[in-house]
T-cell receptor, first 113, second 116 residues
Framework: QKEVEQNSGPLSVPEGAIASLNCTYSDRVSQSFFWYRQYSGKSPELIMSIYSNGDKEDGRFTAQLNKASQYVSLLIRDSQPSDSATYLCAVNTQRTSYDKVIFGPGTSLSVIP | GAVVSQHPSRVICKSGTSVKIECRSLDFQATTMFWYRQFPKQSLMLMATSNEGSKATYEQGVEKDKFLINHASLTLSTLTVTSAHPEDSSFYIC????????????FGPGTRLTVT
């Protein structure tokens, strides 16, 4: 089982719709969860971080975390064509004496005007 | 947010030569720096984690003698690709964290390496 899994997509939504991105992880002791957006040829940029169960909202973005189900999601409301990118789920996991962040394979989102 | 720079942004080199990539945290002290590699249409693959003043920890399958990492100060880490080959052509991205354990990472803009 891969440590962080995402649907690769592509996920296509019409402009103005809600885009829903999902992520599951295997390490039960993970404490920190992140969503990054990556445009083609660019490095990732942090959109959201979430550390406790429930919802966290920031503008058009809402991150949801369910540690019991080992599931984290990202909702994008009122999707815009500029939201078209690859979205990477990242999970902090502990390795012996240090922590590191593991990235999922990413979900490609296309917002159709 | 915090700023991380990388230099060069693009480099083309001949097979067999070595290339050094610099990663700098410009406005904070980076306790931990990470080096990633990303091939086209693939996700980020962590190559190694380095803490200032200590040896880097390499991920399984990454040759430490080929990818030399130096984290000499809290603001600078370098990755040297030695004896580069065309299969080393990739997008190399560094990130830095000012928290122990790297829970929040700030990414550099990446370096596009092409080996001919």
């Amino acid at each position: 089982q891969k440590e962080v899994e995402q649907n690769s997509g592509p996920l296509s939504v019409p402009e103005g719709a809600i885009a829903s991105l999902n992520c599951t992880y295997s390490d039960r002791v993970s404490q920190s969860f992140f969503w990054y957006r990556q445009y083609s040829g660019k490095s990732p940029e942090l959109i959201m971080s979430i550390y406790s169960n429930g919802d966290k909202e920031d503008g058009r973005f809402t991150a949801q975390l369910n540690k019991a189900s080992q599931y984290v999601s990202l909702l994008i409301r009122d999707s815009q064509p500029s939201d078209s990118a690859t979205y990477l789920c990242a999970v902090n996991t502990q390795r012996t004496s240090y922590d590191k962040v593991i990235f999922g394979p990413g979900t490609s989102l296309s917002v159709i005007p | 947010g915090a700023v991380v720079s990388q230099h060069p942004s693009r480099v083309i080199c001949k097979s067999g030569t070595s290339v050094k990539i610099e990663c700098r945290s410009l406005d904070f002290q980076a306790t931990t720096m990470f080096w990633y590699r990303q091939f086209p249409k693939q996700s980020l693959m962590l190559m190694a984690t380095s803490n200032e003043g200590s040896k880097a920890t390499y991920e399984q399958g990454v040759e430490k003698d080929k990818f030399l990492i130096n984290h000499a100060s809290l603001t600078l880490s370098t990755l040297t690709v030695t004896s580069a080959h065309p299969e080393d052509s990739s997008f190399y991205i560094c990130s830095a964290s000012d928290l122990a354990g790297g829970r929040r990472q700030y990414f550099g803009p990446g370096t596009r390496l092409t080996v001919t």
